[in-house]
């Protein structure tokens, strides 16, 4: 590990060394911030998918399973980061190389993450709000997504401590609040607990479809999970509590959007809040779920860009990325009423890229290192601290990325759709990186093209 | 003050905070059949019975615990906080709301058990923190 030594956390939020003992939070706390992020209404709206395919209890039966897989797929990246102590960037640096991690934290967080969704979710902040709060100009949707811009740039600013606060507060109401929202739409729309059982379409698709769309709608989470788990106070704490939330409160936000469709026709849980006389009930639920999520969204994204661009901090690179987030939302489509589609092409197109990130990580550090180097002590499997030596270009790990999100994309496309795009992708990555790492290890051929040197600062 | 006696301190105001909010909880409960509609009925029931579980669950465990240092208690009694000071949110944002058809003079209690939930509840948090060097949001 890092040695004895104290290092300065020169960038903030340990965005290039790993996490002192110190600074460790309960599985709670992790629990708490996983939660906030999937604390937004467009996890509702996801469910509606589901309602137009399956009854209510088959839906419920599908999620289930489905958030299972996601559960497992997170726990299983989320223990490298509490293991080692080090965000997903730091940990890419052995199966990617020091610049293929690079790269890989563009494509996850910095792009993805920390440009395009965080774009799209304010706008879709400054949306909601107008909708809710219709004919005020604090709440049109330019000034509404530039004003929610700014406060998930503040707590975004103020890095994981002032992120879990926010959590705490915002989490257990704003569940409470989702339930009642549920609760209440179907006491308006008269439908009864047991008639809510009946309720579906003529004809159910494949259970196989249903599982599809629920793997496919979180499996790119998955893949930063190390940057909530490394904070934990055991190893294992960001895996549970990953594996918990995803099961348990995913699967419910499914259902709850889903029984809504098939009740009311609309998933839209803020909208049956304010309906009821809930105004600020309702903006409260949009405000501190959009939040809680966006802030996170621009969080990650600058842990990545500080470990491709040392120049500036981790501060600093959340307001660059914010502000040009917030001008997309704002000012693009909130003033100009410019499309964001081509963003969101881009940023699912990229998508497609991520979950191979997780792969060969899970490949790397579960089979690689520990079967074939034999390295026993999950501890021991990745070192970090000024001084340590990585290859520059892990050539295995670039190969299985580029074309493992190849296959994931190709299988999105209607003439090669086939499986999980998202778990395609994931497969053919994993067993592309172990099927060319071991043939080169055990051939003595050298893997990794490069050497780079860390240096004091963990960059 | 020796150690022992600051973490039996510290236990016995850890314990207050928490039963206090234990005491608020219960309050709601028993106010749940006074709000003239199911509705109502329901939400404080809801509300209430996570504080009371909240709280209660976390009671004896902080009683009991063998602490060698503040964080030790610090770490339980700030999670239950969390949960009942959220709580009070939900309070003030419902109590008052015409969907719940709660008769006005409970409701206006209900807001103000809200507003001092989360106030106090705010307050031990950042209390506690301080007093045991531990982050807010442990």
Redesign the interface.
């Known amino acids: 590990m890092s040695g004895e030594k104290k290092i300065e956390d020169f960038y903030g939020d340990y965005a290039t060394l790993t996490v002192p003992a110190e600074e460790r939070r309960s599985t709670l706390n992790l629990f708490m911030v996983y939660m906030g992020v999937l604390a937004v209404v467009a996890a509702i709206f996801a469910g509606s998918g589901l309602a137009a395919m399956y009854d209510v209890s088959t839906m419920l039966h599908v999620a289930l399973a489905g958030n299972i897989v996601l559960g497992i797929f997170g726990a299983l990246t989320a223990y490298p980061g509490g293991v080692t102590r080090a965000n997903t960037y730091m940990l890419l640096r052995y199966p990617l190389g020091r610049v293929g991690a690079m790269i890989g934290a563009l494509i996850i967080a910095g792009i993805s993450c920390g440009i395009l969704w965080f774009a799209v979710e304010t706008w879709l902040f400054g949306l909601t709000t107008s909708v809710i709060y219709p004919g005020h100009w604090l709440t049109s949707i330019a000034a509404a997504s530039i004003w929610g811009g700014i406060l998930m740039m503040i707590t975004a600013y103020m890095g994981y401590r002032s992120i879990s606060i926010l959590s705490y507060i915002t989490v257990p109401f704003w569940y409470v609040l989702c339930i009642i929202g549920f609760f209440s739409a179907l006491d308006f729309s008269g439908v009864s607990y047991q008639a809510m059982w009946q309720l579906g379409p003529e004809q159910m698709a494949p259970i196989g479809t249903g599982i599809t769309y629920v793997i496919g709608l979180y499996a790119a989470g998955c893949v930063i999970t190390s940057d909530v788990s490394r904070y934990g106070v055991k190893p294992w704490s960001g895996s549970l509590a990953w594996a918990l939330h995803v099961t348990i409160f995913m699967t419910t936000l499914l259902f709850i959007g889903g029984v809504m469709t098939l009740a009311t026709g609309s998933p839209n849980v803020i909208v049956a809040i304010a309906n009821i006389g809930l105004g600020a009930g309702a903006l409260l639920l949009a405000i501190l779920g959009q939040w809680t999520t966006n802030d996170n969204n621009l969080w990650s994204g600058s842990l990545a860009f500080v470990n491709v661009f040392p120049k500036f901090k981790r501060g600093t690179w959340v307001l660059i990325l914010g502000v040009i987030g917030t001008f997309i939302a704002g000012i693009w489509a909130g003033v100009y009423g410019m499309s964001l589609d081509p963003f969101i092409a881009f940023g699912t197109m990229l998508g497609c890229f991520i979950p191979p990130v997780g792969g060969v990580l899970i490949a790397d550090f579960y089979i690689f290192r520990r079967f074939v180097l034999g390295i026993k002590d999950p501890a021991q499997r990745y070192k970090f601290g000024p001084g340590t030596k990585y290859g520059a270009i892990n050539v295995p790990g670039i190969i299985a990325l580029f074309v493992g999100g190849f296959i994931g994309w190709l299988t999105t496309l209607p003439n090669y759709a086939f499986g999980v795009p998202a778990l395609n992708a994931i497969f053919a990555s994993i067993i592309l990186y172990l099927v060319l790492i071991i043939l080169m290890h055990k051939a003595g051929i050298r893997y990794e093209v490069g050497t780079w040197i860390e240096k004091e600062t963990g960059f | 003050m020796p150690m022992e006696a600051e973490i039996a301190k510290f236990r016995r105001e850890s314990e207050l905070s928490i039963a206090i909010m234990l005491v608020l909880g219960v309050i709601t409960l028993i106010l749940a059949p006074l709000t003239g509609h199911y ?1 109502g009925f ?2 404080c029931l ?2 209430g019975l ?1 504080i009371v579980i909240a709280s209660g669950a976390y009671l004896p465990i902080i009683h009991v615990k063998k602490a060698t240092s503040l964080r030790e208690l610090a ?1 339980p009694a700030m ?1 239950s906080l ?2 009942s ?3 009070g ?2 309070y003030v ?2 109590a008052l ?3 719940f058809k709660i008769v006005l003079p409970i409701a206006a209690t209900l807001f103000i058990i809200g507003w001092v939930i989360l106030l106090f509840g705010l307050y031990r948090l950042i209390y506690i923190s301080k007093k045991a060097g531990v ?4």
Do not use: D, F, H
């Open positions: 509705r329901y939400l809801a509300l996570i770490i999670q969390w949960v000071t959220s709580m949110l939900g944002v419902t709301a015409e969907y982050p807010l949001a442990i």
